[in-house]
Every structure is written in C-alpha cells, then in structure tokens.
C-alpha cells in the first residue's frame, strides 16, 4: 500500500472511508457523531447539580444564593461549528515510513471532516507548523473535506524550532468566537505554556484532545548503539540500547512526561485521547467515544 502522503485527498478519503468509517456505520457512528457534537449555546433552564454534570456548567451566582450547587443547562445547537486544531511541526514527523505520526493525523483530518461535514456541520481548521498559522474557515460539505486534507498534507515544518503550542491555541482564542467544539490534535512535545490557552478554550468551547504517539517514544528496542536526532533541535547523540539501565531511565522519563501532560490537560477539565501510529484508527475510535459516553453520564 503506498504511503498517505503519495496520494491524493481523495484518494485518502476513500480509504479512511472503506478502512475506518464504514465500520463506523450504523448505531455506532451515530453515536460518534452524537458523543462528539458538543452542546449548544442557548440557555435552556436551570437546575439542581446531580453527580457526573459538567463543573464548567455550574452557575456560581446562582449557587451561591440558594447555597445548593445549580447548573445551566442548554438546547443542543443542530448546525454545529467543528474546528481542528492541528499541529504540522517538526516531531510530528516521528514514526515508521509507511504511517508516521503525521499520517495518522491526515487520517484524523480526513475522518473528522468527513463525520461532521456529511451532517451539513462546517468544520474548519487552523495549522501549526513553524510559519504563520493557516486558518480554514468552517464550511460544509465534501469539497470542504477535500480542502481539509489538502491543507494538512501540503504543509509541513520548515525548520526545526520547538513547537509552540501556545501559539496555536491562543489564535484558536482569538479566532473561535461562536461555541464550537474544538478537537486539538497534536503529540504535545512542545514548549512551556500551552495549559492557559487550553483551559481558556475549555471555558467557552467543548475541546477534545488528542495525543499520536509512536511506540519507540517511551521503549527502545534493543538494537546496539544507534544514532538518535531530537525532530525538534536537529541535535543528534549516540546511545547504546543494549545498556538495560539506559533502556529504564528513557521508560521512566517517558512515564513522568506523560503523567505531566495528562495532569496539565485535565488541570482544563479535559480528558486525553492517546491514539499510537500501530493503532487501527477504527478501535481508536470506538475507545474515544466510550470515554466520552462514561464521561457524560
């Protein structure tokens, strides 16, 4: 099969149609699509918190005069906005040849663009590389889709600065006005103060994020002294794998570092979706949805 990155966006959203959507079909993928619309912006009624409520919708003014815990609940908006929050830089290149990280998240695009868009939702885009950032205004439809994929597979890092996070979500402060949901997509190796933006997003929109991974990230298999180069820095360094020791404190640092970015997602009432380049896209996406289901209820 030859890579996503040598083909068309049509020809990429064919097969994440035949490979993963189609098994999606059916009260699945309407569960999907549901799980992941978001709730609307008009105010509906107010009532008395029950146990699993969203915290962000409590009402403090309210809780405050009735001394009871009070929540805004509100009509689901049927023409939903969709914006993808995509990050193109440097260590996103990471991975096997035949399905880096940033193949799985042109397979994100390309299935996100098509769930949302087939409904009449508009979905739009905003991308990170380290130039000036590419904004897709939401649209409908599957030249919309088509747009998407294109977008995401044309650009790509130009050099090899630190990722900027912040930077991306503080433009999707900036340019993300009506009540959208909001899906970042990114391996979040990136520099300090990416947590404020996010949790600013999270204060007015519904946000999911997503974390690609690739196993060699956390375990290095035992192949004898290699060469490694930071995607980020361009800095490279000779390791021996074969050094068990060695081998543990990289498990260890990996572990640590993913505790942290999970505890900085959540510090924004988040939950993080992991999804590693030898996943299949479609158990990934049926693992997604749970989450979101337990979440809700």
Known sequence: MASIH??????????VEWTVLRRLDGALQGDFATLFRGEGIDFQEL???VPGDDLRR???????RMDTLYVRDYAEDRDLSAW????RSSSMAFGPSARGKD????ELVACFAHIFGRGGNRVGAIIYDDGPLATIPPRSGRVQSLRLIHEVMARAPHSQATT???ALLRSAVGVIRQRSLVIVVSDFISGPGWEKPLRQLAERHDVVAIQITDPLESELPDVGVISLQDNETGEQILVDTSDKEF?????ELAAQGQQALVAGVRSAGITLH?????EDLGTAFVRMATRRKLARR
């Open 58 to 64: 409590i009402d403090w003014n309210v809780t405050a």
């Open 47 to 49: 009532r008395e918190y």
């Open 6 to 15: 040598e083909v068309t966006p049509a020809a990429v959203l064919r097969q």
């Open 247 to 251: 081998r543990r404190r990289m498990r």
């Open 164 to 166: 900027d996070l912040a």
């Open 84 to 87: 993808l929050l995509l990050d």
């Open 274 to 278: 992991t999804i590693a380049t030898d």
């Open 103 to 106: 193949a799985v998240l042109i």
